[in-house]
């Protein structure tokens, strides 16, 4: 009698853990999100809100969506670092109400940094681009490197900047001059860049900056090492 009374109690048991073993697998498998943009809006944006002829300027917005709903909202176009991973400009509407004023909230848009987006989990992250500045920087991306002309804070000086995604110091911060006088943009313009649009080329991975013909420096990155590359070096590469 003892002993059909335990082997009743090892099939019970047994039985119990063959049905608990799908439960848990399905407990433990990862929640699939879904990562999508939305339409693009136009919207009125004053990069110079404090000039007395300034002139609202237009940007195009989209919505970015994770699982349906609107985690944030971005402009230009995304970059895809790996299959998982992409990267794209944030903005974002800001409070432009005085403390004397008892009306609604003076919503206005305005450019930010870069976030980082996660397909699988759906986090995302904003992305540390040491000296970037939302009005007069515009980056250049390559697998996870972005190259752009930073801003000094005082605002009067330009770098050329190399930044690696995760590395919270530039890889390259070259002094290139002086930022250009924001009484030179004209009304109804966006400000212009600090300089042109970093040039990337691969075999080896460079990265060419120029504010003028006479101010022009290529770097060859290597990991987290970079080398100034020289006149020669140059041309032959252009000439292959």
Same mark, same amino acid.
């Given at each position: 009698?003892?002993?059909?009374?335990?082997?009743?109690?090892?099939?019970?048991?047994?039985?119990?853990?063959?049905?608990?073993?799908?439960?848990?697998?399905?407990?433990?498998?990862?929640?699939?999100?879904?990562?999508?943009?939305?339409?693009?809006?136009?919207?009125?944006?004053?990069?110079?809100?404090?000039?007395?002829?300034?002139?609202?300027?237009?940007?195009?917005?989209?919505?970015?969506?994770?699982?349906?709903?609107?985690?944030?909202?971005?402009?230009?176009?995304?970059?895809?670092?790996?299959?998982?991973?992409?990267?794209? %400009?944030?903005?974002?509407?800001?409070?432009?109400?005085?403390?004397?004023?008892?009306?609604?909230?003076?919503?206005?848009?305005?450019?930010?940094?870069?976030?980082?987006?996660?397909?699988?989990?759906?986090?995302?992250?904003?992305?540390?681009?040491?000296?970037?500045?939302?009005?007069?920087?515009?980056?250049?991306?390559? %697998?996870?490197?972005?190259?752009?002309?930073?801003?000094?804070?005082?605002?009067?000086?330009?770098?050329?900047?190399?930044?690696?995604?995760?590395? %919270?110091?530039?890889?390259?911060?070259?002094?290139?001059?002086?930022?250009?006088?924001?009484?030179?943009?004209?009304?109804?313009?966006?400000?212009?860049?600090?300089?042109?649009?970093?040039?990337?080329?691969?075999?080896?991975?460079?990265?060419?900056?120029?504010?003028?013909?006479?101010?022009? %420096?290529?770097?060859?990155?290597?990991?987290?090492?970079?080398?100034?590359?020289?006149?020669?070096?140059?041309?032959?590469?252009?000439?292959?």
């Amino acid at each position: 009698m003892v002993r059909s009374r335990s082997r009743f109690r090892i099939s019970v048991s047994f039985f119990i853990v063959i049905l608990l073993i799908p439960s848990s697998a399905v407990a433990a498998a990862p929640k699939t999100h879904t990562v999508a943009f939305g339409k693009w809006t136009s919207v009125a944006w004053s990069p110079e809100a404090g000039r007395e002829d300034a002139k609202p300027l237009t940007l195009k917005v989209r919505p970015l969506l994770v699982d349906a709903r609107v985690k944030e909202f971005t402009l230009g176009p995304a970059h895809d670092v790996t299959d998982r991973l992409f990267v794209v %400009r944030r903005a974002f509407r800001i409070n432009d109400s005085l403390p004397q004023e008892s009306a609604a909230p003076r919503w206005q848009w305005q450019p930010g940094g870069w976030l980082l987006i996660d397909r699988t989990t759906g986090h995302v992250s904003p992305i540390n681009l040491p000296e970037f500045d939302v009005v007069y920087s515009e980056a250049s991306w390559y %697998r996870d490197y972005a190259a752009y002309c930073g801003v000094s804070d005082d605002g009067k000086q330009i770098f050329a900047v190399v930044a690696q995604i995760n590395r %919270r110091k530039p890889i390259v911060k070259w002094l290139m001059g002086e930022v250009k006088a924001a009484a030179d943009t004209q009304p109804g313009q966006i400000p212009d860049s600090a300089c042109r649009l970093p040039d990337w080329r691969r075999s080896p991975a460079r990265v060419t900056f120029e504010a003028s013909p006479s101010t022009k %420096r290529t770097y060859v990155i290597r990991g987290h090492s970079v080398d100034l590359s020289t006149s020669e070096e140059e041309d032959e590469e252009a000439a292959k």
